[in-house]
C-alpha cells in the first residue's frame, strides 16, 4: 500500500516495519484497559485486606476496653461500655469508608453520629427533670439527630 501525492512517486511505503509498528500500537491501545483493571483488581485486594485487619483490631480494642469497664458499676459501667462501643463503630465505620467510595463515607459519618449520639445519652441518665431533658437536647443537638 502507498500513498502517492504526485502520480508516480510514493510519498510513503507501508513496509514490513511500519506494518509491525502499527500492530505494536494497537495491541498496547487494547492491552491498556486490561492493565488497568489487573490494577484495580489488586487494589480492591489490598482494600479488602486492610479493612479486615482494621475490623479485627477494633474489635481487639473494644473487648480490652470493655474489660477495664468490669471494675466499674451503675451507670459510670453503663457510659463506660457505651463509649467503648461507639469507639468500635466508629474505628469499623472509618475502614468502612477507606474500603469503599465517598458514598460510603457519608455512612460512616451517621454510623459515628449514631454510637456518639447514644454514648452521649447515656451519660444523661444519671439526670432527672429538666436537667435531662437539656442533657438529651444537647447530646442530639452536639450528633446532629
Known amino acids: 500500500m502507498a500513498i502517492y501525492f504526485t502520480q508516480h512517486q510514493p510519498f510513503f511505503k507501508f513496509g514490513n516495519l511500519a506494518k509491525a509498528a502499527v500492530a505494536l500500537l ?3 491501545s487494547l492491552s491498556h484497559p486490561v492493565m488497568a483493571d489487573t490494577a484495580s483488581r489488586g487494589a480492591k485486594k489490598q482494600a479488602d485486606a486492610e479493612y479486615k485487619a482494621a475490623v479485627k483490631e477494633a474489635e481487639a480494642n473494644y473487648k480490652s476496653a470493655k474489660a477495664r469497664c468490669d471494675s466499674m458499676s451503675g451507670n459510670e459501667k453503663d ?8 469507639a468500635e463503630k466508629s474505628a469499623k465505620a472509618d ?24 454514648a452521649d445519652k447515656e451519660k444523661c441518665d444519671d439526670l432527672s427533670g429538666d436537667a435531662k431533658d ?3 437536647a444537647q447530646a442530639k443537638g452536639k450528633n446532629k439527630q
Do not use: Q
Not at 98 to 105: C, F, M, N, Y
Open 26 to 28: 494497537i495491541s498496547l
Open 79 to 86: 457510659v463506660c461500655i457505651k463509649e467503648a462501643k461507639a
Open 95 to 118: 475502614a468502612k469508608a477507606r474500603r469503599k467510595s465517598t458514598v460510603a463515607g457519608v455512612d460512616a459519618n451517621k454510623d459515628k453520629r449514631d454510637a456518639n449520639y447514644k
Open 134 to 136: 437539656a442533657c438529651v
